[in-house]
């Protein structure tokens, strides 16, 4: 099959078009043919060795997590899907190998999610590692009718999706960020206020009894969060592991079908939308890396493969 991989850690330059052989299917697996592959700042990150401390690296590694796609073939006791099912994931695996950056891959069937009937296959494989996060992180606070949420980073990947989630699940949602992406944080139904100091004050004038749930999608705003947070209040981060010194979680996404099969209903809906940034062909994964590293797109980069 062909492919985008690499033999070792490194920056874009270490990206190469191959062919590899196709994945064999382990019983629970479901082998996916992949129409779009999102991408994610984790996938430069690992790329870079980021991970090293925390999985295992089989080379050569096909990068990404994110999919969209068709059922090829199922595994051994897989009885939830069928060949030719529509579907979507986040396929990371318990170690670093075999990507979505192909023709082909295997993800495990709990991982695996029915695509909705109303979302583009761009927009399924935009959907699953940064919905999920914000998805997970928001419902292990117990986010719901009556509760004030602060979003760190609401214009942001994750954060675009915490804030429609929050107000899908009936909070308030008040959003971080800067001046140029306030109109698309009121859009998806926060109320913005703008990053720098002074932040704490912004936010209580908005709720000054405090926020009973804050989502920390972007770090270094513990501070903030202290002192902005309800008595009462919980909150996590995805970006800062000192949170659990202050009563919050520390989070890393989970990939869970259940979860990614939740959102879709959500965009079934109507209360979940997934934009696009930019698509690239397979062939320009280095392109859209690059982009991603910028760090200013308003949207997700999907590979069409």
Not at 55 to 71: A, E, K, L, N, R
Not at 104 to 111: I, K, Y
Not at 133 to 144: E, F, H, I, W
Not at 262 to 280: C, E, M
Request: with cysteine; aromatic share 6%.
């Amino acid at each position: 099959m062909r492919a985008i991989a690499y033999e070792r850690y490194g920056g874009t330059e270490v990206l190469t078009e191959t062919r590899l052989p196709l994945p064999k299917v382990a019983p629970g697996e479901v082998l996916v043919r992949v129409k779009y592959a999102g991408v994610n700042p984790v996938d430069w990150k690992v790329m870079a060795g980021g991970l090293d401390g925390l999985m295992d690296i089989v080379y050569p590694v096909v990068p990404c997590w994110d999919v969209s796609g068709t059922v090829e073939r199922v595994g051994i006791d897989t009885p939830e899907f069928a060949e030719g099912d529509e579907v979507m994931a986040n396929a990371r695996k318990d170690y670093v190998h075999g990507g979505t950056c192909a023709e082909f891959v295997t993800v495990p069937a709990r991982s695996l999610a029915h695509k909705p009937a109303s979302l583009g296959w761009a927009e399924a494989a935009g959907l699953p590692l940064a919905g999920q996060t914000a998805y997970q992180v928001l419902t292990r606070l117990g986010t719901g009718k009556g509760d004030t949420v602060l979003i760190h980073g609401a214009a942001g990947g994750v954060g675009s999706f915490g804030v429609q989630i929050a107000r899908a699940l009936g909070a308030r949602v008040i959003g971080t960020a800067s001046a140029r992406n306030h109109d698309r944080v009121r859009s998806l139904g926060a109320e913005p206020v703008e990053y720098g100091d002074g932040l704490a004050g912004r936010v209580l004038a908005l709720a000054p009894d405090g926020v009973t749930v804050a989502a920390d999608f972007v770090g270094g705003v513990l501070d903030v969060t202290r002192e902005v947070l309800h008595d009462d209040g919980r909150h996590a981060s995805i970006a800062d592991p000192t949170v659990t010194g202050s009563g919050g979680e520390w989070m890393w996404v989970r990939p869970v079908g259940s979860d990614l099969e939740a959102l879709g209903r959500l965009v079934d809906s109507g209360q979940l939308t997934v934009p696009i940034a930019r698509t690239f062909p397979l062939s320009e994964l280095a392109a859209a890396f690059e982009l991603s590293q910028g760090g200013h797109t308003s949207g997700k980069i999907v590979i069409e493969i």
